[in-house]
């Protein structure tokens, strides 16, 4: 078992230092590390190399983190990927409890696990995201066996965050890598694409630290929304009989997404993409909820803010 660890780097100078060191402080070893430099213009090139010639270091033009983890998986030799990105941290015995798992289920093509969230300065924010998400009890109770329907629990909420993950190489071949035409979620369509075929698992166990500050993708709302919807589209098409096989609707999958990005315009005032939203939800499945939001999207805002006042006295009076 060789395994290769890949680094995405964009202007990750202050910060690489650190994910590079826990790599290399790893109980287990880890064969090689992959840093992709996804066009920064600060010193991160200068930082890298001080820290190791063996370090694999290719620079590419921006083209985005899945773009740098696809050529970072590209240029691999090991069998297994395992990705970190350059200002998270591992802890140390993350590879070791991971090979564990896998020794004790062969079987398994994914391994992923619990993370800490920190902010800047290395201070805490969240012991445990998966305690947080009131998700940390079910896995304890899996102890790394494969989750069962791992795809319905998937699509309910993303509980593999992309830096604990320990995956077969060729599966992600298989499944075609990270799709980069979509920004936000594509770590959850490729982990969905995954579970549909192969056994996975996610351990109750701490092997991320994940900085938290302004920088992180996440924070964009609309845009995450908006990829959303062309997530759980994608995950429909590949993985349709599936959802089914495990209770999922697909359909209602993409109905609740389009309703997401609805309620979210209809919140920020937009509502002709509101509108549009809510009939696309229609056209995918029918809810009265979505067709209440439809036609409330053509009210008069002053209706609106009325019946809104009208309902925060209600709630306040009961």
């Known amino acids: 078992m060789k395994i290769s660890a890949v680094i995405p780097a964009y202007n990750s100078a202050k910060f690489i230092r650190a994910a590079i060191n826990s790599i290399q402080a790893q109980t287990s070893k880890v064969d090689e590390i992959i840093v992709v430099d996804d066009g920064s213009t600060d010193d991160t090139e200068q930082v890298v190399k001080e820290i190791s010639s063996a370090i694999i270091y290719h620079r590419q033009s921006n083209q985005g983190p899945s773009a740098a983890r696809n050529k970072g998986i590209e240029l691999a030799n090991g069998d297994w990927i395992a990705f970190l990105d350059a200002d998270d941290q591992w802890t140390t ?16 093509h994914l391994i992923a ?22 998700m940390l009890e079910n896995f304890q109770h899996l ?23 320990l995956v077969k190489r060729q599966t992600l071949l298989e499944a075609g890598m990270f799709n980069a035409e979509i920004r936000f979620g594509e770590d959850l369509e490729l982990w969905a694409k ?22 992180n993708a996440t ?43 609805g309620y979210w315009h209809f919140n920020f005032g937009k509502r002709r993409e509101a509108a549009q939203a809510f009939a696309a939800s229609l056209n995918q499945k029918f809810t009265l909820n979505s067709l209440v939001f439809f036609l409330s999207s053509f009210l008069p805002n002053t209706l609106i803010s ?8 209600l709630a306040k009076s009961l």
């Open 93 to 108: 015995d993350k590879i070791a409890k991971q090979i564990q798992t896998l020794q004790a289920n062969p079987e398994l």
């Open 219 to 261: 924070q964009a709302n609309e845009r995450i929304l908006i990829d959303l919807v062309k997530v759980m589209d994608s995950i429909r098409c590949y993985a349709k009989q599936q959802l089914v096989e495990q209770s999922v609707n697909p359909d209602q999958l993409v109905a609740e997404a389009y309703w997401t990005l």
């Open 194 to 215: 995954i579970a549909t075929h192969h056994p996975i698992t996610c351990l109750p166990d701490i092997l991320m630290f994940r900085r938290q500050h302004g920088n």
């Open 143 to 165: 102890a790394g066996k494969p989750i069962p329907n791992a795809l319905a629990a998937l699509v309910k909420k993303n509980f593999i965050p992309t830096g604990t993950v």
């Open 113 to 134: 696990g619990d993370m800490t969230e920190i902010d800047n300065d290395d201070h805490l924010i969240t012991q445990s995201v998966l305690a947080k998400h009131q």
């Open 306 to 313: 009325t019946i809104r006042a009208i309902k925060q006295q």
